[in-house]
């Protein structure tokens, strides 16, 4: 029977199973039973399968190792079929120990003449799935060929596509890059600013603890009205001040001591190069 439905196969199909036989040392029957319970296992798992459009972008990636897009994705689908291939096995192996127990059990409590007349029609019932199950894997297997030539047919638009993206992508990306860079930059200046600030109004503080509303610059000797001072450097010689000395003595005046300020956060501006920002990424 089991040669009957082998020879009534397509002669591609019917070739490549006997072909398949002869390579494996299994029974062209038993080539045949794998092949239409792999594509169950197929069909079982159709949702953990990647769909045409990921491989469609698998196709345009050339693998670190440089080998092409096609080998890449021909590749990821053997890799799928001999995971379900063990898991053929494995399911193969488990159904025919469960047979022999059950029929070494079955032997145990049967009559020597015994007829099995629900296994005879349980059989007959199973070849008519199983050339059902034949047609359709003939008709499915027609349909990925075609699904396949037609991913192929239009490899080098979508490659084109893609190229086109990503040259898009990496336009926006410098864009995006510069503007980022610039922001930085401004960012920098007034934190500086907001820095320079906060270093005149804590030497005004100190001024005003000591009572002191104008002072003699340390370095020049001009008169400077603390008040007035928008950063903490003389207006007249530029000069840094750093500390507010108060009079000594009745006649003594007080001065603005000069000095090299330790920098405050934020006050030194640093200018951004866009290509910095994709390094930090890469370093990242």
Known sequence: MAGEQITG????????????????GRPPEEVLARAVTLWRLLDEHEESLPDPGSLADDASTVGPDGTAPEAARLDLLEDRVDELDADLDEKIADVRSRVVQVKREA?????????????????????????????????????????????????????????????????????????????????????????????????????????????????????VRVGLLSAPECPHCAATFDAVEPASGFFGSASLTVGDRPAIEGETVEETDPSDLFEEDADG
């Open 107 to 223: 032997d145990a409590k049967a009559d020597a003449d015994h007829d099995h007349p629900g296994l005879r029609e349980a059989a007959e019932a199973g070849d008519a799935d199983l050339d059902e199950e034949v047609a359709a894997l003939r008709d499915d297997l027609d349909d990925l060929e075609g699904t396949f030539e037609a991913g192929f047919a239009n490899y080098e638009d979508v490659l084109e596509y893609l190229t086109d993206a990503a040259d898009e992508h990496d336009a926006k990306l410098s864009a995006l890059a510069r503007a980022v860079a610039d922001l930085r930059t401004r960012v920098s200046t007034m934190e500086a600013e907001a820095a320079t600030r906060r270093a005149a109004a804590d030497l005004k503080a100190e001024a005003n603890r000591h009572g002191v509303a104008a002072a003699a610059c340390d370095s020049c000797g001009s008169t």
């Open 9 to 24: 196969l397509p002669e591609v199909l019917r070739e490549w199973v006997f072909s398949h036989a002869e390579e494996t």
